[in-house]
C-alpha cells in the first residue's frame, strides 16, 4: 500500500480503543461528571452512591433538567448545557485519563508498529489521552501533531512523515471539544472539512477502531468527503456484530464507497492481527531492546564536556554487557526447554498463545506448576498482551491450576494472578483463585494469609465500584480479620504496613458505600499505625504513607467542617513534608512541601489568621520560584503564577496594592510567555483575566491609559475566545471586561467610549 510518500492509509480510532488501557468510554466519563454534579449539587453523600443511575435520578429530583435518558447519549447534554466551564472539563477528563495509571494498551502499541512500518501514515483519535502518541513513540518516531480542530490546516494529504490529529484537542493543549457546540464547530469549520477531503482524496483506506460513529455533526463531513472519493475503501471494525453499527456509519454505504464492517473485534485484538498478518513480529523494543537502546545512543551528539563523554562510554560498555547476558540467555534456554523459555521473559500477545497451546496439546502430561508459571507470566504482562485475550489465557490457565485440589500451589503466585483476574474485571475465576489461596494459606503460614488479605480488599474495591455494598463489606470484613489474626501483629512492621494499607482500602469502599463515620474511623485506624512505624522505621516511605493517612483523615474532617481538627493534622502532615523536602535533588518533595503549605495557609485564612496565611503562602511562593527556575516545565510555571495570584490576593486584601500589583505583573509576565509558547484557548483565557486583574489595579490608583490598554488588551483575547467556543462562559468574560471598559469611560466623563463599550 503506498497512498503518499510515507505510505499506507488513515486510521480513525475512538474511546474504544483505549477501553483496555483503563480510560472510561464515553458512559464511564458520563458516571464521572454526574458523580461531579451530584457532589456540588446535593454534597458528597449523594456523590457517593453506587449506582450512577441513582444519581442520575436523583439530579432530576434535584431540579437539574436533563433531556437525555441515562446512557452514552448524556455525554453531549452534561458537557452542553452542565459542564461548560474549562477547569471543570479538564478536572473530570483528566481524572478520566488518569484511572488508567499511565498505562499503554496493546492495540495502540501495534498500531504504532503499523505506523512504523508505513502501513498509515495518518491517525485521526477522537480521544484526549496520549497513548496514540506513545504508541507511535515507543516505535521510534515521534509524528506531527494537530492538537484541536484548530490546527488542521497544517495536515498534509500527502505526507512526508507521520502525523496524528487529535480532533477534539487533548487534555496537554486544553482545547477539549466535550460539547454538541463544539462538535458542531469542528464539524462546518472549513478546516475539518479541507482535512478528511484531501486525507480520504489521496488514501487507499480508511481504516475504523472503537468509534461508534453516531456524532452527526462529524460524520456529516466524513459522508460527503467519502461521496466525493468513493474510491477510498473504508474497514469499520466493531466489537460486536454488525447490527451494533450506529446509523450513521451504516449511511456511509450511500457515498459509493467500498464499506466493510468487520464484527467481533476487540481492539487489542483488531490490530495485533493486522500487524500479524502483516508479518511484523513484535515491535522492535520487545523484540531485541539491547539493539533499541544501541540505536538510540547513536543518535547522541558527542558532547564536548568530558564528564558527559565518560558517561556515555560506560552506557556502551553497559549495553555490551547486557547484549551478552541477552545472548547467553537465549541461548541455554533454546533447545530443550521450550516451554520455559518464553515464560522467563515478556511475551507479546501471538507467543502467549504458542505457548498456551503448547501446553494443551500436552494434556495431563503438563503440570499445574507449569500452569502456574503460565498464568503468572501472562498476569505480570496483561496490559500489553489485551485484556481480552489475557482473560481468555487467564481462564483457561485457572481451571487447569484448580483441577486438582492436591496440588500444592505457591500463595504469592495465587495472589498475582488473582489480582490480574480482578484487574480485568473477571470476578468468578479470581473468587476461585483466592478461595484456593486460603487452603494453600494454612500451610503457607502468615505470608499466605496476607497475600489473600490484600487480594480480598482489592476484590472488595471492585464490588463497591460495581455497587454490590453486600459483598463488598463481607469481603472487606474477611481481609481485615486475616489481617488482624496474623502471627506478627502488632510487632512485625511489614504485617503492620499491610494492615493499614488494607485499613485504607476498606475505608474507601466504606465512603464509596455512604458510611462516611465508619470510613472515618478506619483511616484513623490506618493513621495510627502508620504514626507508630513512622516513629519505629523512620525512613522516607513510612514518612510519606504517614503523610497520605494524614491528608486523607484532614479531607474527611474538612469535609464536616472541623477545621480545627483539619488544620491540626494539615500541620502534622506540613511538618513531615518540610523534613522530606530536605532531601537533596526532590523537587517533587519541594512541590509537595509548596502543596502542604498553602493548604494549612488556606485553614488559617477562613479562621480569619490573615498574617499566618500571608506568610505560609510566601514561602510556598518561594518554593515556587526555585522550583520554575530549576525544573522549568510548563507546570512549574503554572504553579508559580497561582501562588504569586494567592500572595497578591492577601496584600491586596490589607490594602498594599502597590505590592498587589508587582505580583499581578510577574505572574502576567508568566501568562504572556505561556500563550505564547502553547498558543492554547485556555492558556489565552488565563492571559486575559490576568490582565484584567492588573487593569483593576491601575485604575485604582488613577492610572486610567494604563487600565485601558490592558482591558483592550483582555477583550480582544476573550473576543476571540468567544468566536471560537460559543459558550456562555466564553460570552460572560466578554461582557464582564466590556462592563469594566464602561466604567472607566464613566469615571472618566467620556460618554461616547462608554457607549461604544
Known sequence: MDGGPWG??????????????????????????????AHVRLGQPAAAASDPRA??????????????????????????????????QRALIGKAIASSQGKINWAHLRLGQLVAERYVH??????????????????????????????????????????????????????????????????????????????????????????????????????DALAAFPQCRVFWALRAGVEAASRQAAALRDTGCRLQFIPGQDADDLFDSLASGARLGAPPWLRDPVAVMRKEHRRIAEPAAPTARHLLERHVAELGALDACLATHRARNEPGRREAAPLERPLPANDFAAVRRTLEDAGGVASAESWMRFAVAVADAAPTVGEASAREHLRAAVGRILKNPRDHLNAGQLSRVGSALVSLGDEAPARAVFERMRDEAESAGAAGEGDLSMALSRLAGLAADRGDKETAQRLCAEALAIQQRLPGQPGAPDGQSDLALVLGRVADVAQDSGDREAAEQLHRE????????????????????????LDRVADMTQDRA????????????????????EQPGTPDAQRELAVALGQVADLAQDRGDREVAEELHREALAIHRRLAGQVGTVDAQRDL??????????????????????????????????????????????????????????????????????????????????????????????????????NLARDRGDPGERDEA
Do not use: W
Not at 60 to 82: M, N, T
Not at 209 to 220: N, S
Not at 563 to 578: F, G, N
Not at 701 to 708: I, K, V
Open 8 to 37: 499506507g492509509g488513515v486510521a480513525l480510532i475512538g474511546a474504544g480503543c483505549s477501553v483496555s488501557a483503563g480510560v472510561p468510554s464515553a458512559i464511564g466519563i458520563v458516571d464521572l461528571a454526574l458523580r461531579h454534579l
Open 55 to 88: 444519581i442520575y435520578d436523583e439530579l432530576k429530583k434535584d431540579g437539574l433538567d436533563l433531556e437525555a435518558p441515562y446512557g452514552p447519549d448524556l455525554y453531549h447534554e452534561l458537557f452542553d448545557r452542565h459542564l461548560d466551564e474549562a477547569n471543570e
Open 122 to 223: 495518518t491517525v485521526i483519535t477522537t480521544n484526549f489521552d496520549q497513548l496514540a502518541l506513545e504508541g507511535i513513540v515507543r516505535n521510534g518516531l515521534i509524528p506531527a501533531v494537530a492538537d484541536g480542530f484548530e490546527a488542521l490546516n497544517r495536515i498534509d494529504s500527502r505526507p512526508a512523515f507521520p502525523q496524528l490529529v487529535h480532533l477534539h484537542g487533548s487534555l496537554q493543549n486544553y482545547s477539549l471539544r466535550t460539547n454538541r457546540r463544539h462538535a458542531q464547530q469542528a464539524g462546518h469549520v472549513s478546516p475539518t472539512r479541507g482535512a478528511l477531503y484531501g486525507l480520504l482524496r489521496d488514501a487507499p483506506f480508511l481504516l475504523v477502531a472503537g468509534y461508534r460513529g453516531d456524532d452527526e455533526d462529524f460524520m456529516r463531513p466524513l459522508h
Open 526 to 549: 490506618a493513621l495510627a499505625i502508620r504514626r507508630r512505624l513512622a516513629g519505629q522505621l523512620g525512613t522516607l516511605d513510612a514518612q510519606r504513607d504517614l503523610c497520605a493517612s
Open 562 to 581: 472541623d477545621k480545627e481538627a483539619a488544620e491540626r493534622l494539615r500541620r502534622e502532615a506540613l511538618a513531615i513534608h518540610r523534613r522530606l523536602a
Open 641 to 742: 503564577s497561582v501562588a504569586l495570584g494567592r500572595v497578591a490576593d492577601l496584600t491586596q486584601d490589607r490594602g498594599d496594592k502597590e505590592a498587589a500589583e508587582q505580583f499581578r505583573r510577574e505572574a502576567l509576565a508568566i501568562h504572556r510567555r505561556l500563550a505564547e509558547q502553547l498558543g492554547t484557548l485556555d492558556a489565552q483565557r488565563d492571559l486575559s483575566v490576568t490582565l484584567a486583574r492588573v487593569a483593576d489595579l491601575a485604575q485604582d490608583r488613577g492610572n486610567t491609559e494604563a487600565a485601558e490598554q490592558l482591558y483592550q488588551e483582555a477583550l480582544a483575547i476573550r473576543l476571540t475566545r468567544a468566536d471560537l467556543l460559543g459558550t456562555q462562559d466564553a460570552q460572560r468574560g466578554v461582557s464582564f471586561v466590556r462592563r469594566r471598559i464602561a
